[in-house]
């Protein structure tokens, strides 16, 4: 008898974990382009039409895409209803505007450069720079005028504004 309700129990459990929803994290990585809306991939065309080696990645809020243009990676965000939102790649420390390099050796020097990205976005260019000091890893954002950039929930429409235009 107890045996049957250990079962019974067991065959719920079973019963209960398959019927849960399928959530974004478990779907594959990589997507096939026939599962990409036509309008993303439209957008994608129409911004990048020498792109290479093209890959996308279905996210919770759209799709990811990476690719190279120029033999250059790139990754690129493009909303659900197939708007570009920003693209990434990394570039080299030399890359940095001065205005940027000048910041980080005034404010940041005792902090080693590991990487550096270029960003392009709806709202413009910005920067980010993963920075090391002893065992502590940062990352700071900035504008290309050298101003760092204020962190969004922070920022109001025209202080970023303001900050990118250098006011």
Known sequence: MKTIKVLFVLSLLVLAFSCTEKKIEDTPETADTTSVADNVKAAFSEKYPNATDVEWKQEELGWEVEFKLD?????????????????????????????????????????????????????????????????????????????????????????????????
């Open 71 to 167: 033999g250059i990676e790139y990754e690129a965000e493009y909303d659900e209803n197939g708007d570009w939102v920003k693209t990434e790649h990394e570039i080299s420390e030399s890359e940095l505007p001065d205005m940027i390099q000048n910041t980080l050796d005034g404010e940041y020097t005792a902090y080693a450069i590991m990487g550096v990205e270029k960003y392009d976005s709806k709202e413009g260019p910005y920067y980010q720079v993963k920075l090391r000091k002893g065992g502590d890893i940062e990352e700071a954002k900035f504008y290309p005028n050298g101003k760092i950039m204020m962190p969004e929930a922070n920022a109001t429409t025209s202080e970023k504004h303001s900050e990118m235009d250098g006011d």
